[in-house]
């Protein structure tokens, strides 16, 4: 699966359009602004549901700002996918990579933040790139493709994960690591969306609990 070109390597070779913003930021802050207003945004309502209006709303600048910076919707909304996905590695390499916790409980540690951070939240913010695979007719090849690969990136950190969890003799050898890692992802974005319908972190717990009660045991 080849890899779409980063928002950043695109945002260097694009020419800015509109006028930059007079609000006495730097044009970094400026555009890191509007990079973080649309990854909450975004993992609120998605694509089709979050006009540009709402978006310079949230940050305070002119609508001239964010065409000086991006140019298009499309631009922004790579660049807020990148972001979100770095962001998502770190918070999945903080969890799993935890030398203190055997390594299905950084797995149950990783969806205890999750719950707590759905209820901080109401329920109201799922995950970005859930999110946006829910409204695939609507984006660009390189959105997808985009998508994809942060999803295998948590598959690879997922499988790493459970061969510790092999290596420590609590799965057997023979367990196919990535198809189990894929597997949780799937089921895991399942969860997201029940439990932002009834409001409540019992679809997440209740998925993780028959997730790790099936892995093959050692």
């Not at 950190?157 to 690591?177: K, S, T």
Request: glycine share 8%.
């Amino acid at each position: 699966m080849s890899t779409p070109p980063t928002p950043q390597a695109t945002a260097a070779t694009r020419r800015p359009r509109g006028r930059p913003a007079r609000s006495g930021l730097t044009a970094q802050q400026v555009r890191e602004q509007l990079v973080r207003a649309g990854v909450a945004l975004l993992t609120e309502r998605g694509i089709s549901a979050t006009p540009l209006e709402d978006v310079v709303a949230a940050t305070g600048l002119p609508k001239g700002s964010f065409y000086h910076h991006f140019g298009t919707k499309e631009a922004w909304v790579s660049e807020a996918i990148g972001a979100y996905g770095q962001y998502f590695e770190r918070k999945l390499q903080r969890h799993f990579d935890d030398p203190t916790l055997p390594a299905l409980q950084r797995l149950q540690s990783f969806v205890d933040d999750a719950c707590a951070g759905m209820a901080r939240y109401g329920f109201t913010r799922g995950c970005l790139v859930g999110n946006l695979g829910q409204e695939v007719n609507q984006l660009p090849e390189a959105q997808r493709q985009q998508l994809e690969a942060i999803f295998a990136r948590w598959e690879d950190l997922l499988a790493q994960c459970l061969g510790e969890a092999v290596r420590a003799g609590d799965l057997n050898p023979a367990a196919e690591l990535h198809t189990l890692a894929h597997a949780f992802w799937i089921g895991w974005e399942g969860a997201i969306l029940r439990a932002r319908l009834c409001r409540s972190t019992e679809p997440m717990t209740c998925f993780v609990t028959h997730y790790v009660a099936g892995l093959p045991r050692a």
